[in-house]
């Protein structure tokens, strides 16, 4: 009984959840005539394609497409080069202060984001990288969660695998590139995941740091979008909306085993 129930509320919470989803696209097909129908047409009788096509012919959505792309792309391999470095010294290597050090990194996790703004801008505005995608992407490579992730994931191989190759012949970073990374997939494909949705939906500093419209991400794009459709058309709003929700829901439903795998087995080691 208790599963039955537990079950029930699973899709019942599902359910709530994917509603403002379904309801973004079916807004996105309506005429403007039917969006403010009451009560609301869930299905309508009519569909049009006419807000996508404004959206195309009427705004940099696909420059700014191609702009997160990128951006997203580089973010999250360099993370994960990065972040497996890291988190393999803390795992496996033994160096004075490591601990400690370690203490430090995950209590940056504790800083908001809000915090730093002001300093990287100065930072970035002396090296004169402000309105550049290296403004975008340099930043994110200096997080913690990542190197917290890979570090649980990499404490729970076993030694005798890493003694093994170093035997062989293996280097340290021969241990990380044959033998650690490729035990690793699921908690590599759970950062990437996380990584590529954070970089992708990241607002904030791209609006700080980029000022040229073509330049742009999808997110700031689309706040130039509502600025400007915000009172004539809901069905442009929605149709960008979509365009910009379609590749992280694709990377998902195609990574969702290896992302459940690595939530799941990094969540059980210590």
């Not at 290296?134 to 570090?151: E, N, S, W």
């Not at 979008?225 to 365009?243: C, E, K, N, P, W």
Request: aromatic letters at 12%.
């Amino acid at each position: 009984m208790r599963k039955k129930l537990l079950g029930a509320f699973t899709v019942a919470f599902a359910v709530l959840w994917f509603l403002p989803v379904v309801w973004m696209l079916i807004t996105s097909l309506k005429y403007e005539t039917d969006i403010f129908q009451l009560p609301p047409i869930w299905i309508p009788s009519r569909i049009t394609l006419d807000h996508y096509k404004v959206v195309m012919e009427r705004s940099h959505i696909l420059r700014w497409f191609l702009n997160s792309v990128v951006i997203t792309t580089c973010v999250t391999f360099l993370v994960l080069i990065v972040d497996s470095l890291a988190a393999f010294a803390f795992a496996r290597l033994r160096f004075f202060g490591r601990d400690v050090l370690f203490s430090i990194v995950l209590a940056s996790m504790m800083v908001p984001g809000q915090v730093t703004i002001v300093p990287l801008f100065a930072l970035f505005s002396d090296l004169g990288l402000i309105n550049t995608a290296q403004a975008v992407i340099l930043p994110p490579l200096a997080g913690a969660f990542g190197v917290f992730l890979l570090r649980q994931f990499f404490l729970g191989i076993p030694l005798e695998l890493e003694e093994s190759a170093i035997i062989d012949g293996c280097s340290k970073l021969g241990v990380l590139r044959h033998v650690i990374l490729p035990l690793s997939k699921p908690g590599l494909s759970a950062l990437a995941i996380f990584t590529a949705l954070g970089s992708w939906n990241n607002y904030l500093w791209p609006l700080i740091v980029l000022q040229d419209q073509t330049k742009m991400t999808l997110p700031v794009g689309l706040a130039t979008l509502r600025g400007t459709y915000a009172t004539s058309s809901y069905g442009v709003l929605m149709a960008a909306a979509v365009i910009s929700s379609v590749p992280i829901f694709v990377m998902f439903v195609f990574m969702k085993k290896y992302f459940i795998q690595g939530i799941a087995l990094t969540g059980g080691m210590k």
